[in-house]
């Protein structure tokens, strides 16, 4: 068994040990959403891809500072320096404070984070809350050299900066390409360089988020933000920067130019990075117009859903993939997902049952368990590969349920580490709920029927004490019960 944890770092392109900067603390920065809509199953993918890291370095014993912030200002339309932010377009447009509209998705973000069962990380800053920070970061690479002014905004000297380091090191973009396929686009010409970006911008005077700087009353560039708030709250040089791949270019690959000029190095040991989520072959993303969100899956209300997804079927789909292969949708894909964990479950509610035998037990099937117990620390070990995890899980589904059907017989030792494998995967590391399919409706439907017949009864007995007992007790928990001429029929609210 390896005991060493292998992951893939973007930046070398080769899968490396992990070894902390600074053991047994890890830090851990990853871009978070830009909040002015609903998450979709695109955002979803990062956030679980991430708490999966999460929750393994903390059961391999690191103590883990994991930072995610939230992009409230700055996130122009298009992802290019012009246009409007996609936050203040939302207000605009809905007749709300550029805030009003933050709060209200960061709030609807965590609501569908946590029924995802995602683990909040340590810390979730704010750009809008760090404009000090960042106003320092550019004023650092202006000293520096690396940028310059024109009309109040500081732009980054790619040019410039490309002598002396490799601009595209990350993304594998090479500079002359860039300059060749970046287009003009009106009012650019403030840039020396179309493939330039901005570090800081002077407000037009009806952008409503405006800050003071010493170059104008304006805001900070987007890539600004993570550079400023990861040196801020995990210090010059930490462990592990991740995101999605759409990341990639320009922003991770802008973030490694502002670092290295402001600070005189890098930043980040290993780059790490979650591939796209795919529907019908092209990339789920809000502005592609093409996805579907959280609250849709969850509901079903979406044309392209055949049916509703709990938030378990979903976390159980994305980590069916490794992090960085692509994840195509489609409800046959979901609805294989939904059958697979109903098994995985179903089985973890017989092993809690299961009786050792103390004669029993194959050495054959000893070393089966052993060895499924270390192929998913294995698996792990090499690149968080969840898949395999889930592969070897479904190895010692077979094994529980044989021995529930008396074909085999399973010693105490055996049971046990079979038990610790189940509970610290599926539940610690894969962060997989309990109960049902992580959705109550299926137990909710069974324990009426069974409460219904229970009052069923006491009627035919006549003992309507019992039988309004029962209906009141209901109506307390917003249970409505109706009385036909076929039975009783139930249903959700008062
Ligand atoms: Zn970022």
Redesign the pocket.
């Known amino acids: 068994m390896e005991s060493r944890l292998f992951l893939f770092n973007t930046l070398s392109r080769t899968k490396e040990v992990f070894e902390p900067v600074n053991p047994p603390f890890v830090g851990m920065y990853v871009?978070g959403p830009t909040v002015y809509g609903d998450p979709h199953l695109g955002h979803a993918r990062p956030a679980i891809c991430f708490d999966l890291v999460f929750r393994y370095l903390q059961h391999l014993g690191y103590k883990v500072r994991y930072v995610r912030?939230i992009t409230d200002v700055g996130h122009l339309e298009h992802d290019l320096d012009e246009g409007e932010d996609k936050i203040a377009k939302k207000a605009r447009l809905e007749q709300l404070e550029p805030m009003e509209v933050a709060q209200y998705y960061a709030d609807r973000y965590f609501i569908f984070m946590d029924a995802l069962n995602i683990k909040r990380p340590s810390i979730e800053p704010r750009a809008s809350g760090h404009i000090i920070e960042q106003v320092e970061f550019v004023r650092k690479i202006l000293e520096a050299g690396y940028a310059y002014v024109v009309n109040g905004s500081v732009y980054f000297d790619i040019e410039k900066y490309n002598k002396k380091y490799n601009y595209g090191k990350l993304s594998g973009r090479v500079l002359d390409d860039l300059l060749a396929n970046t287009r003009e686009l009106e009012g650019q010409d403030e840039k020396h360089n179309p493939a330039d970006f901005a570090l800081w911008k002077k407000a037009q005077p009806e952008h409503i988020m405006r800050w003071p700087s010493p170059w104008s009353e304006g805001f900070p560039g987007w890539h600004l933000e993570?550079s400023a708030m990861g040196t801020r709250y995990l210090g010059e040089f930490f462990d592990i920067h991740g995101?999605g791949m759409d990341?990639l270019f320009p922003?991770h690959e802008s973030?490694i130019a502002q670092n290295q000029s402001a600070l005189g190095h890098e930043s980040v040991k290993y780059w790490m990075h979650n591939n796209m989520v795919t529907i019908n072959g092209q990339k789920m993303g809000k502005s592609l117009g093409n996805f579907i969100t959280l609250d849709e899956f969850f509901s079903g209300s979406h044309a392209s859903l055949a049916q509703a997804y709990s938030p378990m079927t979903i976390r159980f789909f994305i980590l069916q993939a490794h992090y960085r292969s692509t994840l195509d949708f489609s409800n046959e894909a979901l609805q294989a997902a939904e059958k697979g964990l109903k098994r995985l479950f179903a089985a973890i509610g017989v092993l809690h049952k299961l009786q050792p035998e103390a004669t029993g037990q194959s050495h054959q099937q000893s070393q089966e368990i052993k060895k499924l117990h270390d192929a998913c620390y294995d698996a792990m070990n090499d690149d968080f590969n969840s898949p395999i995890v889930i592969a070897n899980l479904f190895e010692g589904v077979r094994i529980i349920n044989s021995v529930n059907d008396k074909k085999e017989s399973i010693s105490v030792e055996d049971l046990e580490l079979l038990q610790k494998t189940f509970n610290t995967f599926v539940f610690d590391i894969l962060g997989l709920k309990s109960g049902s399919s992580g959705d109550n409706s299926e137990y909710l439907k069974g324990l009426m029927e069974l409460v219904l017949k229970i009052r069923q009864s006491s009627r035919e007995r006549k003992d309507w004490g019992t039988s309004d007992q029962i209906r009141d007790a209901l109506q307390k928990l917003e249970i409505t019960v109706k009385d036909g001429k076929d039975g009783s029929t139930w249903e959700l609210g008062k």
């Open positions: 871009c912030n993570c995101g990341l922003h973030e």
